[in-house]
């Protein structure tokens, strides 16, 4: 497990504006880099940093890379070099992810408010959700994580299509036992939710190092699946698009369903139109069967 007080001391590192003009530097550098070297991650010299940092003496300098050496930086014989720890910090510090809170204009998207069926829904962004809005009642839904710098530079529309290819990146991810923050390994546990009328079998998701957790229906957890992408690509419908409200809708119209077929193994089913997909998978989501089928096939019940 992380040490509380090496983590301190090594986050207390950056607290001075020099060290991170540093690894910026640095991350310039890895910016240039020519595709094929046989370098990938660039060594400056000392003068290379000297003449790359506004600082007031060489002596500062050697002060602040013996701070950041074997942390951030690594010595070696011809200079320094990024580690893991200092590529990955100078990329929050670039992203702006520190910055909390950015700014972004309601705007007016098209939509029924599914409380009051009022045609008055709006995108709205409030401490990095991505949320619609009910300008009637003022119901809130979606509640998708965004980042500062998904915000910045893009016009609503592109801002709520990164959000929609992001969770279902989030999903496919998850699923293939990758963590999207640190890469640790995750682990899946199917939950009843007989409760629900909507969602009779939930999934959770944990990653086993820093704790992110992810839950959702294994309909939206196996939409990336190949058979998925396959069976509704050559139906009309392209699942790394779907809007939050579509995904909805297929849940709550049963297009999407989940059920538990027998010890450890689900049956997840995919409808477009006549046109049915069955996939058969285990408790840890790995697909076992598919098999694509016409519902006008298909007995009643």
């Not at 880099?33 to 991650?41: N, Q, Y």
């Not at 959000?163 to 199917?190: H, K, T, Y």
């Amino acid at each position: 497990m992380p040490n509380e007080e090496e983590a301190a001391d090594a986050f207390g590192v950056l607290a001075d504006p020099t060290r991170i003009a540093i690894l910026r530097a640095f991350a310039e550098a890895l910016d240039r880099v020519e595709l094929g070297t046989d370098e990938p991650m660039p060594v400056l010299s000392f003068s290379d940093v000297y003449e790359r940092v506004d600082i007031d003496s060489t002596s500062q300098l050697s002060y602040h890379l013996e701070k950041l050496d074997g942390t951030y930086l690594r010595h070696t014989e011809e200079g320094w070099q990024f580690t893991f720890a200092g590529e990955s910090i100078v990329r929050l510090f670039l992203s702006g992810a520190y910055a909390g809170d950015v700014a972004f204009e309601p705007v007016d998207v098209d939509g029924q408010c599914p409380f009051c069926d009022a045609d008055a829904l709006r995108v709205t962004v409030d401490d990095l959700a991505l949320l619609r809005e009910c300008g009637d009642c003022g119901r809130r839904m979606d509640g998708m994580q965004v980042t500062p710098a998904q915000i910045r530079d893009r016009d609503p529309e592109s801002l709520l299509a990164s959000a929609n290819a992001s969770r279902m990146a989030l999903f496919w991810q998850f699923r293939e036992n990758v963590c999207d923050e640190c890469g640790g390994a995750v682990d899946l546990e199917f939950q009843d939710r007989s409760d629900d009328s909507v969602l009779e079998w939930s999934v959770r998701g944990r990653c086993r190092q820093c704790w992110r957790v992810v839950h959702g229906p294994p309909s939206i957890w196996l939409a990336t699946h190949p058979a998925s992408m396959g069976f509704h690509w050559d139906n009309g419908v392209d699942v790394r698009t779907l809007e939050f409200r579509d995904l909805m809708g297929r849940l709550e119209s049963g297009d999407w369903q989940s059920e538990r077929v027998g010890e450890g193994e689900y049956e997840i089913t995919y409808r477009v139109d006549e046109a049915e997909l069955r996939l058969t998978a285990d408790d840890d989501l790995s697909v076992l069967r598919a098999e694509r089928v016409r519902r006008d096939s298909v007995p009643d019940a």
